[in-house]
T-cell receptor
C-alpha cells in the first residue's frame, strides 16, 4: 500500500494554457475523488468515480474542467484555458466501498497538486 | 444538503493546555463524521471517525471526539497539546457513509511553547 500518489506536485502555468494532473489511487480502491482547496478554506468536492464511471460532478466543475478514469485505476484532471481563479491545490482521494460496512468509509488523500496561474 | 460549520478559524493554545475544536453539522438524515488533520504543504490525514456505536471516538495520538446527535455536534478535544499538534483541522460529514465528504472551512490550531 503506497498511498495515493499525485503528480505533478507543483505546476505554474500562464493564463490560457491547459494543465493536466494525474492521480494514482491506492491499489484496488474502486472510488476516486477530486477536491479543490484554496488558501484558508476546506476542500471542496469536484467529482468522483466508482471504477471508470463518473458518478457525480459538482457545479464547481465548469466546462473547462474534465476528469477521466479510463480503466478504473488512475485518473486525470484537465483544466483548459486556465484562469487565475483556478489557482488552488487539487486533491485526489480514494476509498474502497462495497466490501463491508466499515471498509468503505475511510477516504485516503494524496498530498495534492498545487496550481498557480500567472 | 448537508453542511459543516467550524466555529473557530484559529485557536491558539499553550503547550500542555487542553483544547477543544468545535464542529457542528446540518443534516436531516444519518451522517458519518470525520476529523482530518493537515500539516503545512501536505494532504489530509484521517484523525478519527464516527460511524456508529459508542459516541466517543479516540485517535492514537490522544485526540477524542464525541458525537452529539441532539446538538448536531462532533467537537474534537485533547487534554494536553504538544507543539507537534500545530496544524489545520477539518471536520467532515458523509451522508450514509459512502457519499463524498463535505468539509468545514477548517480550524488552525497553533500550539505555543
Amino acid at each position: 500500500d503506497t498511498g495515493v500518489s499525485q503528480n505533478p506536485r507543483h505546476k505554474i502555468t500562464k493564463r490560457g494554457q491547459n494543465v493536466t494532473f494525474r492521480c494514482d489511487p491506492i491499489s484496488e480502491h474502486n472510488r476516486l475523488y477530486w477536491y479543490r482547496q484554496t488558501l484558508g478554506q476546506g476542500p471542496e468536492f469536484l467529482t468522483y468515480f466508482q471504477n471508470e464511471a463518473q458518478l457525480e460532478k459538482s457545479r464547481l466543475l465548469s466546462d473547462r474542467f474534465s476528469a477521466e478514469r479510463p480503466k478504473g485505476s488512475f485518473s486525470t484532471l484537465e483544466i483548459q484555458r486556465t484562469e487565475q481563479g483556478d489557482s488552488a491545490m487539487y486533491l485526489c482521494a480514494s476509498s474502497l466501498v462495497g466490501q463491508g460496512f466499515h471498509a468503505g468509509n475511510t477516504i485516503y488523500f494524496g498530498e495534492g497538486s498545487w496550481l498557480t496561474v500567472v | 444538503a448537508q453542511s459543516v460549520t467550524q466555529l473557530d478559524s484559529q485557536v491558539p493554545v499553550f503547550e500542555e493546555a487542553p483544547v477543544e475544536l468545535r464542529c457542528n453539522y446540518s443534516s436531516s438524515v444519518s451522517v458519518y463524521l470525520f476529523w482530518y488533520v493537515q500539516y503545512p504543504n501536505q494532504g489530509l490525514q484521517l484523525l478519527l471517525k464516527y460511524l456508529s456505536g459508542s459516541t466517543l471516538v479516540e485517535s492514537i495520538n490522544g485526540f477524542e471526539a464525541e458525537f452529539n446527535k441532539s446538538q448536531t455536534s462532533f467537537h474534537l478535544r485533547k487534554p494536553s497539546v504538544h507543539i507537534s499538534d500545530t496544524a489545520e483541522y477539518f471536520c467532515a460529514v458523509s451522508v450514509g457513509g459512502n457519499t463524498p465528504l463535505v468539509f468545514g472551512k477548517g480550524t488552525r490550531l497553533s500550539v505555543i511553547a
